[in-house]
């Protein structure tokens, strides 16, 4: 059966026509967003705002809602600062342990995720996370399928299919180091949400014991309908159990559990790392390839260069002795391959194409032999000459190393 | 959903980083969609480059009812649509993508050769717009079909037919039979 003739599933389950954006394309669709985002901030101050302001305020009942905000708001900033009246813990001391700890690690689990991708609600993942490093294992059904470990100190990056035993080794770009950075922020990330709870309006729960622990919280809730609730230990002062839960438009409850918290812990490299199993497979140049690429730790076997009219297509084989002692060839355009258009590649793919054809159904006139250095060695070249059907010449050379 | 949600609060109150982070949650699939529907990069980051910037220019205004995805999708498949309308309903032929086939994600690669790749492609332009539209929204947006007649405003029994026609017109395709 032809791949194709499962077209649905490969459509729908293997994702056949996804592909990637460049970082030319999200540079400048995200330099133009957040320009006008900007610039619509700007305008807001400058000129709408203090317009609408200047109506509302001249509203007594606005002139009173607001005296009472200001008084609830001072009431909060005062719940922040100083809860020590009312439980033994001290919201500004948390925020003050989490951000000193060195690392952390949890468990992130949750149901309700209609995302057939996602992990949930039959899996959970485990993160270990300190400034340089995170590391973190994704189970599904009491299995681990992935893991996925940065460390931002070397710039590499490790990802292991465990399902199918496939690994990526590679330097991280400097675009990954900062979405990596990023990471950090977002709501998963215990600290990020510690932050997020204490930004907004929020209020204490009563005391809980979880698993023996005498915990105290508080819950927040971000306006659109997503509520978190964190509980502290009074003994340590450190979050022991976050949840977070939203209701979506089809009345589907989502959660999220932070738990299994270990605070407080030097998380080096050296622990953190994960092994990579030695009948794991490589995934090629996107893996420990690349890293041996950008150290030039490959050997040139081959160059070849073919002329189309004014095109020309060169590639250089490498060979790539793999730390697991695999020996990978990979074909490479070479640096001094020439940019062409979508239009121009169109075109000069349909000349390859026919190139291929020919080649294919026998050697072309030979033309000369002559030597030249390519990246400090001496190679030999042969050169064959070939017509296409509307009589574009072909020029098609190959060299080897003497 | 959960990320969804507090993103978009944050996005509201003016985050860039919300933004961002939005963008590259979902840019995959956007630019997948607008390609798939458009066949032509140049156009499909166009697309997906005035959905984000319309996204932002409505956020004051913007209550989400449905999944963010969801919605960003639909919003590149009503753009998408429009552009081809501006085309006049010109057929669709494979003109710019071909040698500038991307970056397709690697998993996906080891399971179709470029060849069937590149078959699928093209006969994916060959379908006609509105039974790819739905085809595309369904198989690859996971836009169920009662949302893709919400989107659209025809009923469920249309773009059911659509999406059976679609397949069978793609299945004849593939198969080389020729066309009625």
Known sequence: MKPTDNFEKLIRDFHVLEINTSVEMDKRILHDTLKVQQELKKTKLAGTQPDIWRKIMKSSITKVAAAAIIVVIGL????????????????????????????????????????PNDDWPNGYKITWRSAAITRTDHYRNGQIRRTIYYNLDTKGKILLAHDAKKYIKEAMSDEQVQRAQADKER?????????????????????????????????????????????????TGYPVLVEVEAIDDGGIRHTSTLDQFQWNVDLSAEDVEPEIPADYESLGLEGEMKILSEQGKKELLTVKETVIGTYRLKTHEYRYQLSDGQIKDMGEPADDMPVYSMEQWKEFSAQLEEFRRLKKAGPGEDLDIYEETVEGRVFSFKRERYFLSDGTEVIWSVGKPK | MIEDKILLWKFKHGSSDALSRIYEKYKSDLFSLANSLLHDLNAAEDVVHDVFVSF????????????????????????????????????????????????????????????????????IAKVPYEQREVVLLHLQGRRTFRQIAELQGIPVGTIQSRYRYGLKKLRSLLNGEIEK
């Open chain 1, 76 to 115: 909060g900033i005062l719940a922040i600062i100083d809860t020590g009246s009312k439980s033994g813990v001290v919201w500004a001391e948390v925020a003050r342990n989490v951000e000193a700890s060195p690392g952390v690690i949890w468990r992130l689990r949750g149901t309700g995720s209609r995302d």
């Open chain 1, 187 to 235: 709501w998963t990330d215990p600290r990020s949400l510690l932050k997020l709870c204490l930004s907004l309006e929020h209020h204490e729960l009563s005391q809980k014991t979880i698993n023996g622990v005498l915990c105290e919280g508080i819950e927040a809730t971000v306006p659109g309908g997503v509520t978190g609730r964190m509980w502290i230990a009074v003994e």
């Open chain 2, 56 to 123: 932002v220019k409505s956020a004051d205004e913007f209550q989400l009812t449905g999944s963010l995805k969801g919605y960003l999708l639909t919003c590149v498949a009503n753009l998408s649509r429009d552009r081809i309308r501006a085309r006049k309903r010109s057929p669709i032929g494979m003109s710019k993508t071909d040698m500038a086939i991307p970056d397709y994600k690697i998993p996906s690669q080891a399971l179709i050769s470029a060849e069937e790749l590149h078959r699928l492609r093209e006969a």
